[in-house]
């Protein structure tokens, strides 16, 4: 049946609508069968993902809970309060705000209300683990400060203290950044906290890759070791949507006022209500399930690390059991470099990215790639099933086993673990396409 206003061209328009779903349900069918190991990634709740087709993705809400600018927010209202409780509760803090969208978003309204333009903020390299929103070519760049390098201890995979003590005091920044892409260990946020008092700069945690764990219990706890702000996007090892936050423990009420104004009207107009919504029941199943899930993600990842490390990857921190959180680090410039690794395990249904580590020289040529276990874990994945992984690693990296065949052996490990687990709705498909409408359009 063709709807209003439609012309001679409808039909063509209808296929190209058909070819975009095609190749949405292609995507979810070949996750099904994958083994997916981006460590940035994870998979909703089905009662979260339900309210990302709700009314309320139709809708505006700018301003606050009760001080909107819009009329008919009532129940965002009420949404957005439990949502703000919830955060408040899970990190045991006293100022939440869920409006940025992201978490480079959450960084943007972070740097809008802690630093001006010209200021000096510490962080990490990229080349040892940063994410991009410290870059000149990323929010840093965006508002005009500069960046002070932490010195990084490459054997531990974490900031250096007793050199980053010295280059804070020489340098006095405003303030100081911690928070990795590439996040093995805690970072020392307590062990520096008071030579940033003595210099006079604010503690920041970027915690979007850690937030699941800290929630659960099972990382450092940055908001009560020196950090006034923890920025994080929700939809890493906190298995929300992609959404972001902010979150802080000061009783500076001069810091909190410029968050929420760093947030709204600084970096978001509206803040993606549907989202939102669906990280209050995020936070919720991560009340009730995060910590079992937290624990696991991390065994697995530490299984992972040691599996490989027996098959003679080069697995980054061997001493230290490779990580304390849900990624690990492997080297693989004998096996042909990040670039061809990552390509090669995706040709065969192993999804992981390329990764620069700590003393590659070229931006160009990532010297490794990162693993992940987040998605794996919310699956119900355990220990058994990372020695599997690493097996499959193993055939096709070192073995000379074929793509295809380790992608058929891949999808076989895979086969009972398609249910998302660790939320309410347990068992759901965890890769179902919501086909809502059924038929091709006409
Ligand atoms: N790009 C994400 C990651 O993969 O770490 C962070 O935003």
């Not at 899970?90 to 309204?109: E, H, K, Q, W």
């Not at 950044?177 to 906290?193: D, I, T």
């Not at 790639?369 to 097996?391: D, Q, S």
Request: glycine share 10%; aromatic share 8%; hydrophobic share 40%.
């Amino acid at each position: 049946m063709t709807g209003e206003g439609a012309d001679e061209s409808t039909a063509d328009w209808a296929a190209t609508v058909e070819r975009v779903r095609d190749a949405v349900r292609r995507h979810s069918a070949r996750f099904e069968h994958a083994i997916p190991l981006i460590a940035s990634e994870n998979l909703l709740s089905p009662y979260a993902k339900e309210l990302l087709v709700s009314d309320f993705h139709s809708r505006y809400a700018e301003g606050l809970p009760g001080e909107r600018y819009y009329e008919g927010n009532e129940q965002v209202d009420e949404v957005e309060r439990i949502c703000l409780d919830l955060a408040k509760r899970l990190f045991r803090c006293s100022f939440a705000d869920v409006r940025p969208i992201s978490g480079t978003v959450a960084n943007m309204a972070v740097l809008k209300a802690l630093a001006d333009p010209g200021d000096l903020v510490g962080t990490c390299r990229l080349a040892d683990g940063a994410h991009i929103s410290s870059a000149a070519f990323g929010a840093f760049g965006l508002r005009g400060v500069k960046p002070v390098y932490y010195a990084w201890d490459d054997a531990r995979m974490t900031i250096d203290v007793p050199r980053t003590r010295e280059i804070l005091r020489a340098v006095r920044p405003k303030l100081c950044l911690f928070g990795l892409s590439l996040f093995l260990f805690p970072l020392p946020v307590r062990e520096l906290a008071p030579t940033l008092e003595e210099v006079g700069a604010r503690g920041w945690y970027d915690g979007a890759h850690v937030l699941g764990l800290i929630a659960g219990g099972e990382f450092q706890d940055p908001l009560h070791e020196g950090c006034v702000v923890l920025s994080a996007s929700t939809h890493k090892t906190l298995p929300g949507p992609q959404h972001g936050i902010l979150l802080g423990q000061t009783d500076d009420a001069e810091v909190t006022k410029r968050l929420t104004s760093g947030a709204f009207p600084g970096v978001t107009s509206n803040h993606h209500l549907h989202a939102m919504a669906a990280l209050a029941v995020s936070l919720a199943e991560h009340l009730a399930f995060g910590r079992a899930y937290a624990r696991q993600v991390i065994a697995n990842a530490r299984a992972l690390g040691q599996a490989l490390h027996e098959r003679g990857f080069d697995v980054l921190a061997p001493d230290l059991g490779f990580t304390r959180s849900h990624t690990i680090a492997v080297r693989v410039v004998r096996e042909g470099g990040g670039e061809a690794v990552a390509k090669r395990l995706a040709d065969a249904g192993i999804i992981a990215n390329k990764n620069l580590l700590p003393g590659d020289t070229s931006p160009r040529h990532p010297g490794g790639v990162r693993l992940g276990t987040p998605e794996v874990t919310r699956v119900g994945m355990r220990e058994k099933e990372m020695a599997g992984i690493a097996e499959l690693m193993d055939d096709l990296l070192h073995r000379g086993r074929s793509p295809a065949e380790v992608a058929r052996a891949a999808a076989e490990l895979k086969a009972p673990f398609r249910g998302v687990q660790y939320c309410f709705g347990a068992g759901e498909a965890a890769y179902r396409y919501y086909d809502l409408v059924g038929h091709p359009p006409s």
